[in-house]
């Protein structure tokens, strides 16, 4: 609201310019303490064996710079001039630092089913808890009225970067499954839950593929970036989603195959240990 | 592969009833969330904390001097310009719409202030005309004020608000791009949020954040 | 959109497969010196229709026009432009609204007051390929 948000950026910036990092302490605080969270442990257990994989740090490390990417970049303030950026960054959120996070988790992290934690967790990675989430999220926030908001409005502006963000930890969570202590869910159901879990997004971005007129009145008459009109920024919108629903549906789909193989070898093999 | 403890599976319906359970957590702690930062639900994006509405001087459509400082009026306040064919008479007719919902009590406490940024074009005579069409009610005058150069870069700069002129080859017919939002002022002076142009169609909520603002 | 034969033929005679609707000329003060005219176009025919001008006796300038938009509303200096627009495509099927909120069609450099509502203010809209529509626009009030 005030002269230090005035972006400055031009009508065709280029990526350096829109990646260019801002400040806002309470968010570099949190991604900071991320990174101490698991680095100092990481380097702690280095020291003594090697059960910790130095690539799963650099995918976590990785996930913390997409993350500091997404939301404390320049392209942060170019929200109403492209859609597509927009979406964009929505989707780096949801469906490239939550990968990045969860693989970067090592294998030996316990977690007991009893536990505080245990539970809290047990809960909101039941399949079905996080697919509720993940859909109320992506169907109640791309209905114009919620989506205009995020737009236009300070408030929801901060919220709805933050549940795509934690919709895609619920839901790569789940499909990763990195704290078997509490995730007792069989390959052919994470199969079947990557696939429902995509569906949402992939019918959103059908909608934005073929619609023919700009859905949200925040961008109808929008000067938009690179000079794009903003049906065509909503129809790149529609493909940015797509194709980031992608990996979680392909992932689905061999999870699916992995499934009917084990069903099927179950039939002549003895049931092997766990 | 070490063996883990067994896990308990929750039955199909208890998932299915924590899945209802996290939905309604969900849009509950958003709606709960908007809530904390705004008691009041306002449609427009709000100063928090308030900001002081800068004071700025000019002369009003009748070419009286004029001076905005607090007033105790709740003031509607729009930078724009006479030329406009599109924005600038969406805006005014529809803040002159809000104004006629409210209360006769109401609308003796508000005003609506268009501040030009083409005070070249803008004299006393023209804005005149200009807030005298879209102005529709004689008991709440619609005030249409010309601020002179270089003042008038300075007053827009201390609102956030942007113009400059479209470039179309003549010095005598050109457009202007400006910032479209409407700022709300309260009575005691306290810049306390805007709404962008299009919101201003949605007639009830704008008149209900002016009716919060005024209380 | 089929060509005619002769040349000759009138202009008249190469309506394109268009339905309008919603069609009015804004009241403006009468000091104005811009106005807009807003409809919805839908093309009604099998083949892609470009609207290349607009043109009306109530407006020596008649131009096809966007509105652009800058930065976030709120936390950045957002500025509204107009920007002129050589044409709008409309493909079988399509629809295009034209309001005050995004695209118009800008009368500019009035010849006469707009300020009474009840006045009819001829458009004349032109299309690649010499179709031409004509169209009797009312007047009224921003609603």
Redesign the interface.
């Known amino acids: ?3 230090d ?3 400055g950026l031009g ?1 065709a910036p280029s990526l350096g310019q829109l990646l260019a990092l801002r400040f806002d302490p309470l968010m570099w605080l949190l991604i900071l303490g991320l990174a101490a969270a698991y680095f100092a442990p990481f380097f702690r257990s280095r020291r003594t064996s090697t059960t910790w994989p130095v690539w799963r740090a650099v995918l976590f490390g990785l996930g913390l710079v997409c993350l500091l990417l997404a939301t404390q970049s320049r392209a942060v ?5 492209s859609m597509a950026l927009y979406m964009g960054r929505l989707m780096v959120l949801a469906e490239l630092v939550p990968p990045l996070l969860v693989l970067g988790l090592p294998l030996h992290l316990k977690l ?2 009893s536990s505080w934690p245990g539970r809290a967790l047990g ?2 990675l ?4 996080a ?3 993940w859909s ?2 992506i169907i ?1 926030w791309n209905v114009p009225a919620g989506f205009n908001a995020s ?7 901060a ?1 709805l970067p933050a ?1 795509y963000l934690i919709g895609g930890m619920l839901v790569w969570t789940v499909v990763l499954r990195p704290l ?6 069989s390959m052919g159901n994470r199969g079947w839950f990557g696939l429902l879990s995509s569906l949402p997004m992939m019918a959103v971005a059908a909608v934005w593929l073929y619609s ?2 700009v859905l949200y ?2 961008y ?5 970036l690179w000079n794009l ?1 903003p049906l065509q920024n909503q129809a790149i919108s529609g493909w940015i989603m797509a194709l980031a629903g992608l990996p979680t549906m392909s992932l689905a789909f061999v999870q699916l195959f992995a499934w009917l193989i084990e069903l099927a070898d179950s039939g002549t093999q003895p049931p092997s ?2 | ?1 070490q ?3 067994p ?4 039955p ?1 319906y208890v ?2 009833i ?3 359970i ?2 309604a957590a ?2 509950g702690g ?1 709606w709960l ?2 809530r904390i ?2 008691p009041f639900p306002y449609y427009g ?3 928090t904390p308030p900001q002081t509405a800068p004071a700025f001087s000019g002369s009003d459509q009748d070419s009286r001097a004029y001076t905005f400082a607090p007033q105790g009026k709740t003031t509607a306040l729009f930078f724009g310009f006479t030329h406009c064919p599109t924005i600038c008479p969406l805006t005014l007719t529809y803040l002159d719409k809000v104004r006629g919902r409210l209360s006769p009590a109401q609308q003796k406490d508000f005003q609506i202030v268009f501040v030009s940024i083409d005070p070249e074009r803008d004299s006393p005579a023209q804005l005149k005309s200009y807030v005298g069409f879209f102005g529709t009610s004689p008991a709440s005058k619609m005030l249409g004020v010309n601020v002179p150069e270089p003042q008038l870069a300075a007053v827009a ?1 201390s609102y ?1 608000a942007g113009y400059s002129r479209a470039d179309t080859g003549s010095k005598t017919e050109y457009q202007m791009n400006h910032t479209t939002a409407t700022y709300l002022i309260d009575r005691r002076g306290q810049l306390r949020l805007l709404w ?1 142009y ?2 201003l169609s949605n007639l009830e909520r704008v008149q209900a954040d002016i009716q919060e603002v005024m209380r | 959109m089929k060509m005619p034969a002769a040349s000759a033929r009138m202009a008249t005679q190469l309506a394109p497969s268009v339905q309008v609707s919603g069609l009015y000329v804004a009241a403006v003060p009468s000091v104005a010196t811009e106005s807009a005219a807003y409809l919805t176009l839908k093309n009604t025919g099998k083949t892609a229709l470009i609207l290349t001008g607009v043109s009306s006796p109530a407006a020596r300038v008649g131009m096809l026009m ?13 500025m ?2 107009m ?1 002129m627009v050589t044409d709008f495509a409309l493909r079988p099927g ?2 295009l ?1 034209f ?1 005050p ?3 118009h069609l800008m009368l500019s450099r009035l010849t006469g007051p707009l300020s009474v509502v009840g006045q009819t203010v001829p458009i004349t809209l032109n299309f690649r390929g010499g179709a031409v529509l004509r169209l009797a626009a009312p007047v009224r009030r921003l609603q």
């Not at chain 1, 039941?126 to 808890?129: G, K, Y």
């Open positions: 609201m005030t002269g948000a005035v972006s009508l303030t170019v929200t109403q001039a007991s089913q809960f909101i039941d399949p079905w808890v697919l509720a989430l109320a999220i109640f737009i236009v409005t300070n408030t929801a502006g919220l549940l078997p202590g509490i995730q007792g869910r023919p007129s009145s925040p109808v008459g929008a000067l938009c009109t240990a766990t | 592969m063996d883990s403890p896990i308990t599976v929750r199909w998932s299915l924590f899945a209802l996290a939905v969900l849009l958003v969330y908007a930062q705004n994006t709000t100063y700069r956030g962008d299009t919101q | 966007t509105m652009k938009r800058m930065g976030a509303p709120g936390n950045a200096l957002d509204t432009a920007k399509q629809s609204t309001a909120s995004g695209a």
